[in-house]
């Protein structure tokens, strides 16, 4: 595949062949734009952004709904030398405070949005007293209403190390990060995606990924438009309420080129497993790649024995490794190879020591995915703690330089510095090793926690926590772990408390409540402990923590603090009783009453829709996701299916 210098010649190169985006936002509810579309329509947006005043090297963050305005206000600013900036649309007010964050760190930045969406947040800025943040959205916002079809922009020609677009991470909701990635880094990065996936333009791929994230918008919008390849983009909200949906589009569209992290396997085998998809055919599929979060080896088995009978191969499983920092990809494996893992002694995998293979029945034992080799342009070395290089079957920090490497953090040189050793290599923080030739991811060297393949900092949810009453920072660590048996990252919260267990179950409850409220993250256990560990100066020792949870330490206390199974179900209403048996099944350590509100108790939307799911499975077509709204307590529920019935 050829090297493009900037994104306007991918995109030009791109609207001579015949291939198209789907947009599918429902079972029936798709749109298709061809490529030569495209242009034209984000050609006539340029012209509306031009008009506004918007020039070469301002920025647009693009915070939408709908993700064909999204690709169409994407290419539109790429098309004029404008900076897009990606941001996900949550319902939390965390989100809020990031865009809003967001939109004060840009040099001149402008917001392009839905009507709707436009409003709520000038309502929140409002309520918030924040001015300037009101004086933005008052005078630096576009709608694509304002497009006028005959309007058509004057095209800049882009350098290929002008910042093509900003990343902006996942992680930090109170400091947030924006990776600056220049058209080098890009083009240089989607090459090497092309060449060492096989990619063709005879393949289509089929994605439910968001666009605000980096596999989303480059590996499965950039790159397979550079291969030429027709794509379908699912909406994300669409994959949560149906994720049944994903292999039924991807048997019907003929798809061969697919992706998702751990949590859509996990989120489509819980409903597959309980109805099932008859006249499903994928033996079209070529490649899942599975990445953006750790990979559960288990999940990995439990998806290709469950859709094997459907004709999905083995070979399809495709363990990546990647990050924004690097555009998205670092290693691959082969096309066409079965993937494999190893098996590790936990307590082997400190920085500078070799790992010790072991059994799978070990209690110590932990599995890892081998995730390929570095991709064309990209080096990688493991280093010690002094960023020296440390020899084979030693556990390393990964580190990485090449053409794809970003060179800077946007406005914040310190941050920039930070990321990169003195030699020049990035900073990945993750830890791993190399295994017949192979990366193995084995952890990460900073404090950071994957959910759902999203980012997140412990500070952030920690400052959150410490608002209940009686807490403060000091007396709360937040951490992710993967256990043994845990096919996801479980988010741990570690409380200083010295009572006894019958008067923290409050603490749980307010503590799960205000994480799910303010991040929509789901707690999995809220943790008594003794005392917090630190080193002599003052920093928490986060890993001792979860030792001791992964050795069990705790597992008494989190049994104690169970709530009884009978709870679930004791209520005189029979439809009330049956609503709340399905609650106390996906709501894990929750209990859910009749008369709470579901939105404020600390379970995330995916568990919501699970719930939802669920009840729609004993009452087909009676309640959807968004009734919720409207009916947000179990009563009302049960009095809303009633009345559909």
């Not at 400091?175 to 600056?180: A, E, F, H, I, R």
């Not at 070529?286 to 999905?312: M, R, T, W, Y």
């Amino acid at each position: 595949m050829q090297l493009y210098e900037n994104l306007t010649q991918l995109l030009a190169d791109a609207r001579t062949k015949e291939r198209h985006i789907r947009f599918v936002d429902g079972d029936k509810d798709e749109s298709v734009v061809t490529f030569a579309e495209l242009w034209e329509r984000a050609m006539a947006l340029l012209g509306a952004l031009q008009a506004r005043g918007i020039r070469a090297g301002d920025e647009l963050v693009i915070f939408s709904k709908s993700n064909e305005s999204f690709v169409v206000a994407f290419w539109a600013a790429l098309l004029g030398g404008i900076v897009p900036v990606p941001v996900a649309v949550g319902i939390s007010d965390e989100h809020r405070f990031k865009l809003f964050r967001i939109l004060r760190q840009l040099d001149n930045g402008t917001l392009f949005t839905e009507s709707d969406l436009l409003e709520r947040l000038r309502d929140f800025a409002g309520e918030q007293d924040l001015d300037d943040v009101s004086e933005i959205l008052a005078s630096r916002t576009v709608l694509m209403s304002d497009v006028q079809p005959d309007a058509h922009g004057e095209q800049y020609l882009a350098a290929p190390d002008d910042v093509a677009f900003i990343q902006y991470s996942s992680g930090s909701t109170s400091d947030p990060k924006g990776v600056c990635l220049t058209h080098r880094n890009l083009c240089t990065n989607i090459r090497a995606i092309v060449e060492g996936t096989g990619w063709m333009e005879e393949d289509i791929s089929l994605s439910w990924m968001p666009l605000t994230h980096d596999m989303g918008l480059i590996g499965y919008h950039l790159s397979v438009m550079a291969a030429g390849m027709t794509h379908a983009v699912m909406d994300t909200n669409v994959f949560v309420r149906r994720p049944l949906l994903w292999m039924s589009k991807a048997s019907e569209l003929r798809a061969t080129q697919l992706c998702s992290p751990n949590f859509g396997y996990k989120h489509f085998l819980k409903l597959f497993e309980r109805k099932g998809l008859p006249d499903l055919d994928l033996s079209c599929v070529k490649l899942i790649l599975n990445g953006a979060e750790p990979i559960s080896v288990q999940l990995c088995e439990d998806f290709l024995q469950a859709l094997a009978p459907h004709g999905l191969a083995r070979s399809a499983m495709f363990p990546v490794y990647g990050l924004a920092e690097a555009t998205v990809g670092v290693t691959f494996g082969n096309p066409g190879d079965e993937y494999s893992h190893i098996v590790v002694d936990r307590h082997s995998l400190r920085v500078g020591d070799a790992f010790r293979i072991v059994a799978d029945d070990d209690p110590d034992a932990v599995r890892f995915v081998k995730v390929g080799q570095p991709i064309r342009d990209v080096e990688m070395r493991l280093a010690d703690d002094a960023d020296q290089p440390v020899g084979p079957g030693i556990v390393g920090n990964i580190q990485l330089r090449g053409g794809s490497v970003t060179e800077r953090i946007y406005g914040d040189p310190d941050a920039t510095r930070a990321l990169f050793t003195e030699d020049g290599w990035l900073r990945t923080g993750d830890c791993g090793t190399l295994v017949d030739g192979q990366l193995v991811i084995t952890g990460r060297s900073k404090d950071l926690i994957i959910v759902n393949g999203q980012n997140y900092y412990p500070h952030d949810i920690e400052e959150i926590a410490a608002q209940v009453e009686g807490l403060d920072l000091g007396k709360v660590v937040v951490a992710g772990s993967r256990t043994r048996d845990s096919q996801t990252e479980e988010l741990l919260v570690f409380v200083l408390f010295r009572q006894s267990l019958d008067d923290f179950r409050r603490i749980v409850r307010s503590v799960s409540d205000i994480i799910g409220e303010h991040t929509g993250l789901e707690v999995d256990h809220v943790i008594p402990v003794t005392r917090i560990p630190k080193t002599t100066s003052g920093k928490v020792q986060r890993v001792k923590l979860l030792n001791a949870y992964l050795d069990g330490e705790y597992a008494e206390k989190l049994a104690k603090l169970q709530p009884q199974e009978t709870a679930a179900v004791e209520h005189d209403d029979p439809l009330i009783a049956e609503l709340m048996t399905i609650c106390a099944e996906f709501a894990k350590e929750r209990s859910i009453g009749p008369d709470d509100n579901l939105f404020e108790v600390g379970v995330s939307s995916l568990t919501l829709t699970e719930i939802v799911l669920a009840i729609d499975e004993r009452y087909p077509g009676k309640l959807d996701i968004s009734d919720l709204f409207d009916y947000p307590t179990l009563r009302q529920v049960a009095d809303f299916l009633r009345g559909q019935t």
